[in-house]
Nanobody, 127 residues
């Protein structure tokens, strides 16, 4: 059984920062991918940042490189997304997702690789 639950969304002015959290309850003896996706109104859902539970390899979309940082605390069973220098175009519903298992090559932004999803948390960036 895998359970994911996001928190930490909110409203912020452009240039500000937010940290999203996601509790991931999953088999502690498996290796798996975790990813943050987002979906803005009228747009397709896109991958933002991913991380592998073993070794901490990361992936970032070009649009967030240098501004967002993904991290994982396995002891606390938490996934984080530190978002700095936020832009109006970062406004979206943010979702955490997990493959539940598998190797690093699954950790990219391909949504079909992720069978487990949280309910989402809204991030709104105003100018």
């Amino acid at each position: 059984q895998v359970h994911l639950a996001e928190s930490g969304g909110g409203s912020v002015q452009a240039g500000g920062s937010l940290t999203l959290s996601c509790q991931i309850l999953i088999n502690p003896f498996s290796s798996y991918c975790m990813h943050w996706f987002r979906q803005a109104p009228g747009k397709e859902r896109e991958g933002v940042a991913g991380i592998y539970s073993f070794g901490g390899k990361t992936y970032y979309a070009d649009s967030v490189k240098g501004r967002f940082t993904i991290s994982h605390d396995s002891a606390k069973k938490m996934l984080y997304l530190q978002m700095n220098s936020l832009k109006v175009e970062d406004t979206a519903m943010y979702y955490c997702a997990s493959t539940g298992g598998g190797s690093w090559h699954l950790c990219g932004p391909r949504q079909y690789e992720y069978p487990f999803w949280g309910q989402g948390t809204q991030v709104t960036v105003s100018s």
